[in-house]
C-alpha cells in the first residue's frame, strides 16, 4: 500500500509542480477556502491510483466532498486524501504545501505520505517505521532516512500554523515552558515533530480529517502521538457530528516524545 502511496504523491507533486511554476486561477468553494488547477489536477490522480490497486476500499478526498461526493465509510477501513495541503501557502508562493495520503482503520491512521513536491522532501509512515524521503528533480527517491521523535527537553520547542495561530495557542506555549516557537503551514508540522526537530504542535483551531490523517500516520509510526485537549487519541472516521461537520477534527495537541504534567 505505501508503494502506491508514494507512486500517487509523487506523480501527483509533478502536476501541482507544474501549475505552480506556469501560473493558475483562484477559485472559492463554497466554504471561502481557495482551490485551484493543482488541487483538482493531483487529487484527480490519486484518486485514480488509489482505484486501480484497492477498488473496494473508499476513499475520502477533499475536493470530492467539497462537489458533494461522500462515500459512507462507517465501520470500515478507508482512505483519506487532501491533494493540496497548504493551499494558502501554495498561493503566496510559499514552498510548504504538501501532498497528503492516509491509510484509515478502525479509526486510526496507520500508514501515510506527506509529500512536500517543492522542498523536495517526503515523509511516510507504517506500524514502527517512520522515514524521511529525499525526493529528486526527476521525481525518484534519492534517499531514505529512518526518523523518531526525540525525548523533550526541559523547555520545549513548538511548532504552530502560520495562518491560524490564536490566542489559545498563545495561552498554551505559555503554560507549557515552551523557549520557542516555529511558524510553519501544512503538515509538515506534524513531520518535524515526527524527525525530531521539535516537541509539539498545538491545534486550536478548525481542520478537517483529510488535513491531519497523513501526518499523523507519521507522527505516530515514529513515536509522538495527536491528542485531543482532554487527552484522548484522535481518531478518525467521525460522521454523524452534531456539534460540527462530518470529518471536522476537535481541537487537539500533537507531541513529539513523551511529556507529562503539562496544561493543555
Not at 77 to 97: K, M, N, Q, S, Y
Request: hydrophobic share 40%; net charge negative.
Amino acid at each position: 500500500m505505501l508503494a502506491t502511496f508514494e507512486k500517487a504523491a509523487l506523480d501527483a507533486g509533478k502536476a501541482i509542480l507544474e501549475v505552480y511554476r506556469a501560473g493558475y486561477a483562484v477559485a472559492l468553494k463554497q466554504d471561502m477556502s481557495p482551490v485551484t488547477l493543482a488541487d483538482e489536477r493531483a487529487e484527480h490522480i490519486i484518486l485514480r491510483q488509489l482505484e486501480r490497486d484497492f477498488p473496494h476500499i473508499p476513499a475520502v478526498a477533499e475536493e470530492q466532498v467539497s462537489a458533494g461526493k461522500v462515500p459512507d465509510v462507517r465501520g470500515r477501513a478507508f482512505f483519506l486524501v487532501d491533494p493540496l495541503d497548504g493551499t494558502r501557502e501554495f498561493i503566496e508562493h510559499r514552498d510548504e504545501f504538501t501532498v497528503n495520503i492516509a491509510y484509515v482503520e478502525d479509526g486510526i491512521p496507520t500508514i501515510g505520505i506527506v509529500y512536500a513536491p517543492a522542498l523536495g522532501v517526503a515523509f511516510t509512515g507504517e506500524p514502527g517505521k517512520a522515514r524521511k524521503l529525499i525526493i529528486d528533480e526527476q521525481f525518484s527517491v534519492a534517499d531514505r532516512r529512518t526518523i523518531a521523535v526525540r525525548e523533550p527537553p526541559a523547555r520545549l520547542t513548538a511548532l504552530a500554523s502560520r495562518c491560524n495561530s490564536n490566542a489559545k495557542t498563545e495561552g498554551f506555549l505559555s503554560d507549557n515552558a515552551v523557549s520557542g516557537c516555529t511558524s510553519i503551514g501544512s503538515s509538515l508540522k506534524f513531520c518535524l515533530l515526527a524527525e525530531g526537530k521539535a516537541d509539539v504542535y498545538p491545534r486550536f483551531g478548525r481542520t478537517m480529517e483529510w488535513d491531519t490523517a497523513a501526518g499523523d500516520a507519521v507522527l505516530r509510526a515514529a513515536g509522538g502521538k495527536t491528542v485531543t485537549v482532554e487527552g484522548r487519541l484522535l481518531t478518525y472516521g467521525k460522521t454523524d457530528q452534531s456539534e460540527d461537520a462530518d470529518f471536522a477534527n476537535p481541537h487537539f495537541i500533537c507531541w513529539g516524545g513523551q511529556r507529562h504534567n503539562v496544561s493543555a
